[in-house]
């Protein structure tokens, strides 16, 4: 569940889709008494129970740095058995629609309307219950549109179906994903067909996509 620092840094300092209760930037070290497993946390040296241990994101994450445990994650799926607690199995439930999805595609077309006051109304909407600034319709553009849905909707949407659909995702995955963003191409906006699958198609040829 990392994410990039792009992400972490979209939110204003009062939204609360970026506080600590959503994106984990810190623990305390608890005794045994303290920690509902009924076991003490691990001190690493120079510690002290009560201690806090801050995550750092001031440098982007990258493809050598990718197993950092010093870096911030989503805490939507954040969850431990107490049997367990180095597990990684995870039973929350997965939100499989979102009322503020549909308002964000909702400013979305708005804004291909040209109603760009409409537009940041529906996005105010969003922006209220999280305690965000709400932002003008000068503000409204694509961009600003897909910022909203990562400050809402990250770890949950599919990103890259976003960024297709919105002809951005050459651009964005460039400029804001630096682990592994810097080395994609045109190309890749399709993936290459099996080579299973073409063999199968027996009746007439089936091209590989361009570029594989």
Request: hydrophobic content about 30%; aromatic content about 10%.
């Amino acid at each position: 569940m990392a994410l990039t620092k792009f992400a972490i840094d979209l939110y204003d300092a009062e939204d609360d889709r970026g506080s600590q209760y959503a994106i984990r930037k810190f623990y305390i070290l608890k005794d045994a008494d303290q920690n509902d497993t009924g076991k003490a946390d691990q001190l690493p040296e120079g510690y002290s129970y009560g201690d806090t241990i801050r995550m750092d994101w001031s440098e982007d994450i990258t493809y050598e740095t990718r197993n950092r445990r010093d870096w911030p994650h989503s805490r939507k799926w954040e969850v431990s058995h107490a049997g367990d607690v180095n597990g990684n199995e995870n039973f929350n439930d997965q939100a499989y629609l979102r009322l503020a999805d549909t308002y964000l595609l909702k400013a979305e077309a708005q804004l291909q309307l040209g109603d760009e006051a409409g537009a940041a109304e529906t996005i105010n909407v969003v922006r209220r219950r999280a305690n965000a600034p709400e932002i003008s319709s000068g503000e409204v553009d694509i961009d600003f549109i897909l910022d909203e849905r990562s400050r809402e909707l990250v770890v949950e949407e599919e990103r890259r179906y976003t960024l297709l659909r919105t002809g951005k995702w050459l651009e964005r995955t460039r400029l804001y994903n630096h682990n592994g963003g810097q080395y994609v191409t045109e190309r890749d906006k399709l993936f290459p067909i099996p080579q299973k699958v073409i063999d199968a198609n027996l009746t007439y040829p089936m091209e590989q996509n361009p570029g594989y």
